[in-house]
């Protein structure tokens, strides 16, 4: 158990400073249907994540084949994730502005503003599961703790760790604003700002990271 959370760690952590989504659930809070829309994207947050992970899981997991078999299959799966996530690495740090240029901000935000409380929970679902950097993540971490017979208990404990880490950067903002919301707003203003411009960036060198990595852990596994 203490291996596989070692090892799903990182995948998790890569997630949860994924810039997008923290700065839709800030840029939620600040709208007129701030405190209902940011809750709803943070739930369908934790439950994209949940079950991108928990399939990985079932799919990988050592009960479907035979002893050496979902081993060798996860390793393999690893290193194919690992290079989906070099290739969405190098054209994350293509889009990056040029110095001094503006960011261009996706289309989608330009609406956060007038979003209904139904219309955040869609695009909380929808960056969680259907975003290609989170689904070759979350994947990736499944895999992870599918190729390891944790047991039903074990792995449920797993999936809960991963999904808890995965979502503390979009959960924090939320219930620091409903706790404190004069106090936090500045400080989220200023957040939402720096990754704004930095996104790109930030994700061009995490995925990177994070591809090197899960493609040394397949080919170690192969």
């Not at 839709?24 to 439950?47: P, Q």
């Not at 690893?78 to 190098?90: E, M, N, Q, Y």
């Not at 689904?135 to 760790?161: C, K, N, S």
Request: proline share 5%; with cysteine.
């Amino acid at each position: 158990m203490g291996q596989v959370i070692g090892d799903i760690l990182p995948i998790a952590l890569a997630i949860a400073i994924s810039p997008m989504p923290i700065m839709a659930v800030v840029l939620m809070l600040m709208s007129a249907h701030g405190r209902g829309a940011s809750l709803a994207f943070l739930l369908a947050w934790i439950l994209g994540v949940a079950m991108v992970v928990t399939i990985a899981t079932i799919a990988i997991s050592p009960a479907s084949g035979d002893d050496d078999g979902p081993s060798r299959v996860a390793s393999l799966i690893k290193v194919l994730l690992g290079v989906a996530t070099l290739v969405l690495a190098f054209r994350q740090w293509r889009k990056r502005p040029e110095a001094g240029q503006e960011p261009a901000r996706p289309r989608w935000m330009a609406t956060i503003d007038s979003m209904t409380v139904g219309k955040a929970f869609v695009t909380g679902a929808v960056l969680s599961t259907v975003n290609p950097k989170n689904l070759a993540l979350g994947l990736t971490g499944g895999v992870t703790i599918g190729a390891v017979d944790l047991g039903a208990g074990g792995a449920v404990i797993a999936i809960v760790v991963f999904v808890a880490i995965a979502s503390c950067t979009v959960a924090a903002p939320v219930f620091a604003y409903l706790t404190a919301p004069d106090r936090v707003r500045a400080p989220l203003d200023g957040l939402r700002v720096w990754l704004e411009h930095h996104n790109a960036a930030v994700m061009a060198v995490l995925l990177l990271l994070m591809g090197v990595s899960i493609i040394g852990k397949g080919v170690a596994g192969l």
